[in-house]
């Protein structure tokens, strides 16, 4: 089997630390949805006449910010498992494990 | 624009409660008011039990209508802003939206990117998992998308209450303008006549208001399918499942492997 070249592994690592940010990058951009839909987005509004669909639309802002919240931590945890799988790889492809264990 | 609800509904609330402390100082001197006009009206003649009971009713009856006039016209009033309000909210949940599917987007590219350069078992079920995960943003994109278009309806809504009030109340006291200026020889009848189109506007807007109000259970019930829905999401947000591919390291041996293309 083909050894990988050096600019192919570091264009994979590359890649997966690039997706591992973007992952880390939704987590955030969900915790920052999750603060808004459930602060000005669905506060600070007086509904009077409207008050019953007022209070409907506070329910749907408040229940679409906690399944963005649930969301921050899952996706922050994919976020980290991938940094840590390119880390791991990485320090293997410096110590020849990969050609020691006859992968290449 | 951000508008200060506590401010405006505690001025609301103040002219509320001025309404009501006048109507409650007025209601005590109405019922002897009719006790002496019937008096007159029969003259010295005993005026007949029934008479005094029906007109005592009937005024309590225009009091009470009357206070629930003025707490619809209040209520009417708090919610004045709600067509700006909801129209500003409604943009932007239309950028929030637009902001999801950016981001489902590009987590979906990087994932793709990942499958070109990468293989292997630990490889392959992240793909898995990470389409759920994309999967699930799309889904919140598209809520995010129905509550921008249930709250364009609500604005929409509010829009057409508040004219078609305005409308009334100039019509209303167009005509009751009119009546008062002439006399029953000249015109339609002088301020009888000013007062009975002064009360079909008060009836104009009692039947708004309950036509609103049979449009708000609707529009509040597809706001309640939107909270279900996210409610779903919440609970079945799927879980990393990181330990199915977590593992970057060859030298364990276990089936959780990545590999760079070759």
């Known amino acids: ?104 | 624009m951000e508008f200060d609800a506590e401010a405006f509904n505690e001025v609301v609330e103040g002219i509320r409660n001025i309404a009501h402390g006048i109507l409650n100082d007025v209601w005590p001197a109405m019922p002897p008011l009719m006790d002496r006009f019937l008096d007159q009206v029969f003259f010295q003649l005993p005026v007949p039990g029934w008479v005094r009971d029906t007109c005592q009713k009937a005024l309590k009856w225009c009091y009470d209508t009357f206070v629930v006039f003025v707490d619809h016209i209040f209520q009417s009033l708090e919610g004045a802003l709600v067509p700006v309000t909801a129209s500003l909210r409604a943009l932007a949940w239309n950028t929030e939206r637009q902001n999801l599917e950016t981001l489902q987007l590009d987590v979906s590219d990087a994932v793709k990117d990942v499958a070109i350069t990468w293989k292997g078992s630990g490889a392959s079920a992240f793909q898995q998992h990470a389409t759920q995960h994309t999967d699930r943003l799309a889904a919140m994109t598209e809520l995010a998308g129905a509550l921008r278009d249930q709250t364009w309806i609500t604005a929409g809504c509010a829009v057409g209450f508040y004219l078609s009030i305005a409308k009334i109340a100039a019509d209303s006291s167009a005509a009751a303008a009119v009546s008062a200026a002439s006399t029953a020889v000249d015109g339609p009848g002088g301020p009888v006549a000013a007062g009975a189109s002064a009360a079909g506007g008060v009836a104009g807007v009692f039947a708004l208001i309950a036509a609103v109000t049979t449009l708000l259970g609707p529009m509040g019930a597809a706001f309640v399918d939107l909270s279900d829905k996210a409610n779903a999401m919440e609970r079945d947000w799927p879980a990393p499942g990181t330990v199915d591919y977590n593992d970057g390291s060859a030298s364990d041996g276990d089936a959780t492997d990545w590999s760079t293309e070759r």
Not at chain 1, 54 to 82: E, F, H, I, P, W
Request: hydrophobic share 40%.
């Open chain 1, 1 to 104: 089997m083909a050894h990988p070249s050096e600019e192919e592994i570091t264009r994979s690592l590359s890649s997966l630390r690039a997706c591992a940010e973007k992952w880390s990058e939704a987590s955030l951009k969900l915790a920052n949805a999750h603060q808004q839909w459930s602060g000005y987005l669905s506060d600070g509004l007086a509904f009077g006449i409207f008050l019953p669909v007022g209070l409907s639309y506070q329910k749907a802002c408040n229940a679409l910010a906690a399944a963005a919240g649930q969301g921050v931590s899952r996706m922050s945890d994919v976020s980290v498992t991938l940094f840590d799988v390119a880390k791991a790889y990485e320090q293997d492809e410096e110590n020849n494990v990969h050609l020691t264990q006859g992968k290449w």
